[in-house]
């Protein structure tokens, strides 16, 4: 049984392929409207930041993602395959499951943290004592949602865009009749991390990018809808963190909400922007059930989002917030390689022929350029918990490495999983074009 109009409930059944362009851009937009980004902002600036690096920052790390993100939406449209599953080209059907195990935990820990910012905001707005009252109801609306995703992103392309552009603006407005410091008070110390930590978030939905873009009616509208979408929404929001951090003057972290709250009427406007926030934690709720589904295919994705939305608000109820920033950092360090692996394996290696049925081949020597890029990273931007940056630090010392601050980790990453994704690959001289055969074999 299927859900008309709505995506398949097993991968044996075909996607809709309903979602036109402005669809995309709404679906990707409203996804980059988070509130999470204003807090993420507050930890861009280092001390001693200007106000122009800050924002170049933003400008080149959602260039960056959003350009890689794009890349990756694509091969969902053209094979009508969710994320997880087109491992199954890169890696083969067991390998695939490395990078599923990977996107699991991603996309549940990301599911707690949006359920966690709708509740702390909503409690913030009504002057406290209610967050585990709202981590139970955000919690329950998003996992409800997760079951009839393409309805919401109608719902979203028809109403919410609007009412969120309007309390956006209006927020922009009033952190800008505070005072600003000098555009160029300050240094470029600090820039590539910050850029790298923008660059992140766009990179988190890669791995979930296809769970949505298989509905789309082709491949351009995929690209497009989710590079423009999102990098245009999420700047917008780092943009006005980094904004109200610098002229309300408040500490990183969740202090930036309070301070918007106290804006004349910022409270109705967070408000609003918390019932767009429900957007993202249905879609990673929902794209945990997909992925699962590369381990489980034919098990209703409707009772794997009712199971995920059940442990995600539980864990909701117990979660310290102040672990994001790490968490951002692992996230670019595990995936910026992979999906340097996939992008230059599908478009340049194999040439969009990928087997992605259950008895497509194992490929392990693709997980070289995978953990070498990783390595890569963290030997650049080994973050900041504390156990962890040491001991990279220590590899450092050894290794007699010394990477100047200008160092972009993601690009570095990027580069050396590319090139060695070059010498690790042979094309597979198919018959078949990939696409066909991957249609035919996830019913699209």
Same mark, same amino acid.
């Given at each position: 049984?299927?859900?008309?109009?709505?995506?398949?409930?097993?991968?044996?059944? /075909? +996607?809709?392929? %309903? !979602?036109?362009?402005?669809?995309?851009?709404? @679906?990707?937009?409203?996804?980059?409207?988070?509130? $999470? =980004?204003?807090?993420?902002?507050?930890?861009?600036? /280092? +001390?001693?930041? %200007? !106000?122009?690096?800050?924002?170049?920052?933003? @400008?080149?790390?959602?260039?960056?993602?959003?350009? $890689? =993100?794009?890349?990756?939406?694509?091969?969902?449209?053209?094979?009508?395959?969710?994320?997880?599953?087109?491992?199954?080209?890169?890696?083969?059907?067991?390998?695939?499951?490395?990078?599923?195990?990977?996107?699991?935990?991603?996309?549940?820990?990301?599911?707690?943290?949006?359920?966690?910012?709708?509740?702390?905001?909503?409690?913030?707005?009504?002057?406290?004592?209610?967050?585990?009252?709202?981590?139970?109801?955000?919690?329950?609306?998003?996992?409800?949602?997760?079951?009839?995703?393409?309805?919401?992103?109608?719902?979203?392309?028809?109403?919410?865009?609007?009412?969120?552009?309007?309390?956006?603006?209006?927020?922009?407005?009033?952190?800008?009749?505070?005072?600003?410091?000098?555009?160029?008070?300050?240094?470029?110390?600090?820039?590539?991390?910050?850029?790298?930590?923008?660059?992140?978030?766009?990179?988190?939905?890669?791995?979930?990018?296809?769970?949505?873009?298989?509905?789309?009616?082709?491949?351009?509208?995929?690209?497009?809808?989710?590079?423009?979408?999102?990098?245009?929404?999420?700047?917008?929001?780092?943009?006005?963190?980094?904004?109200?951090?610098?002229?309300?003057?408040?500490?990183?972290?969740?202090?930036?909400?309070?301070?918007?709250?106290?804006?004349?009427?910022?409270?109705?406007?967070?408000?609003?922007?918390?019932?767009?926030?429900?957007?993202?934690?249905?879609?990673?709720?929902?794209?945990?059930?997909?992925?699962?589904?590369?381990?489980?295919?034919?098990?209703?994705?409707?009772?794997?989002?009712?199971?995920?939305?059940?442990?995600?608000?539980?864990?909701?109820?117990?979660?310290?917030?102040?672990?994001?920033?790490?968490?951002?950092?692992?996230?670019?360090?595990?995936?910026?390689?992979?999906?340097?692996?996939?992008?230059?394996?599908?478009?340049?290696?194999?040439?969009?022929?990928?087997?992605?049925?259950?008895?497509?081949?194992?490929?392990?020597?693709?997980?070289?350029?995978?953990?070498?890029?990783?390595?890569?990273?963290?030997?650049?931007?080994?973050?900041?918990?504390?156990?962890?940056?040491?001991?990279?630090?220590?590899?450092?010392?050894?290794?007699?490495?010394?990477?100047?601050?200008?160092?972009?980790?993601?690009?570095?990453?990027?580069?050396?999983?590319?090139?060695?994704?070059?010498?690790?690959?042979?094309?597979?001289?198919?018959?078949?074009?990939?696409?066909?055969?991957?249609?035919?074999?996830?019913?699209?």
């Amino acid at each position: 049984m299927t859900i008309a109009g709505e995506p398949p409930l097993t991968l044996d059944q /075909a +996607p809709a392929r %309903s !979602l036109g362009l402005g669809d995309q851009l709404a @679906l990707w937009a409203n996804l980059g409207v988070s509130l $999470l =980004l204003p807090v993420t902002a507050t930890f861009l600036l /280092a +001390p001693g930041m %200007s !106000l122009l690096a800050a924002l170049t920052a933003v @400008l080149v790390g959602t260039i960056i993602g959003n350009v $890689l =993100l794009g890349l990756s939406a694509v091969p969902g449209a053209e094979t009508g395959a969710p994320a997880m599953v087109l491992m199954r080209g890169l890696f083969g059907r067991r390998g695939s499951y490395a990078p599923t195990v990977v996107n699991l935990v991603q996309c549940l820990g990301w599911s707690v943290f949006e359920i966690v910012i709708m509740a702390e905001t909503a409690n913030r707005v009504v002057g406290g004592g209610w967050r585990w009252q709202f981590v139970l109801i955000a919690g329950a609306i998003s996992t409800l949602m997760a079951i009839r995703p393409l309805a919401v992103v109608h719902i979203l392309k028809r109403y919410a865009v609007w009412v969120v552009l309007a309390s956006t603006l209006y927020l922009f407005v009033e952190v800008f009749r505070q005072p600003l410091p000098g555009l160029t008070d300050g240094d470029w110390n600090g820039f590539w991390p910050a850029a790298d930590l923008v660059a992140a978030l766009a990179v988190s939905w890669m791995p979930l990018a296809a769970d949505y873009t298989r509905q789309a009616k082709d491949a351009r509208t995929a690209f497009w809808g989710a590079s423009i979408g999102y990098a245009v929404a999420s700047a917008a929001f780092f943009v006005l963190g980094i904004l109200a951090l610098s002229g309300l003057r408040v500490e990183p972290g969740f202090d930036v909400i309070d301070a918007i709250i106290a804006i004349p009427a910022g409270g109705l406007a967070l408000v609003i922007l918390v019932f767009d926030e429900i957007d993202e934690g249905f879609a990673n709720i929902y794209s945990t059930a997909v992925s699962a589904q590369n381990l489980v295919p034919r098990v209703d994705r409707r009772l794997l989002a009712a199971g995920i939305g059940t442990v995600a608000t539980l864990l909701a109820l117990l979660l310290n917030i102040v672990a994001y920033q790490d968490f951002l950092f692992l996230i670019g360090s595990v995936f910026v390689p992979l999906f340097a692996v996939f992008i230059v394996d599908y478009y340049v290696i194999q040439r969009r022929r990928w087997d992605i049925t259950e008895s497509a081949p194992d490929r392990p020597l693709l997980l070289i350029p995978w953990i070498v890029g990783f390595v890569a990273y963290q030997l650049v931007n080994p973050g900041t918990v504390g156990w962890w940056a040491d001991w990279w630090m220590a590899r450092r010392t050894d290794l007699h490495l010394d990477p100047p601050a200008w160092l972009s980790a993601s690009l570095v990453a990027f580069v050396v999983a590319s090139l060695l994704t070059f010498a690790v690959s042979r094309p597979r001289h198919a018959t078949d074009d990939g696409t066909e055969l991957a249609r035919a074999t996830t019913g699209a």
